[in-house]
């Protein structure tokens, strides 16, 4: 079992940056694909950005440019530099794990229970 609890979210302004950090504990997810989700108001859960076991990273085009996802394998964490944040960005963020994850959510199998992220303009 891996347990995450994602953190760093908040409320800011059009153009600012946030940075989200999720810890993992349970076992080591160093051979884990580790996966940032993001689900706004009245919409379906969406992918956001992957950065796999094998080191490869995936973004959605609307954050590509604008957002990083980078991981500690030392230390069980997985973060998401977001920059030049926009109102449609708000959103509740969900980090996951999952051996077989890439884009789709179907990959993932243990989610942390999420964090608010709005940007107001």
């Known amino acids: 079992q891996v347990q995450l609890v994602e953190s760093g979210g908040g409320l800011v302004q059009a153009g600012g940056s946030l940075r989200l950090s999720c810890a993992a504990s349970?076992?080591?997810?160093?051979?884990?694909?580790m996966g940032w989700f993001r689900q706004a108001p009245g919409k379906e859960r969406q992918f956001v950005a992957a950065?796999?076991?094998?080191?490869?990273?995936y973004y959605a085009n609307s954050v590509k440019g604008r957002f990083t996802i980078s991981r500690d394998n030392g230390k069980n964490w997985v973060y998401l530099q977001m920059n030049s944040l926009e109102p449609e960005d708000t959103a509740v963020y969900y980090c996951?794990?999952?051996?077989?994850?890439?884009?789709?959510?179907?990959?993932?199998?243990?989610w942390g229970q999420g964090t608010q992220v709005t940007i107001s303009s």
């Open positions: 996951a794990a999952g051996r077989r994850g890439v884009i789709d959510q179907k990959g993932y199998d243990y």
């Open positions: 950065n796999l076991w094998d080191g490869s990273i």
């Open positions: 349970g076992r080591t997810v160093s051979s884990y694909s």
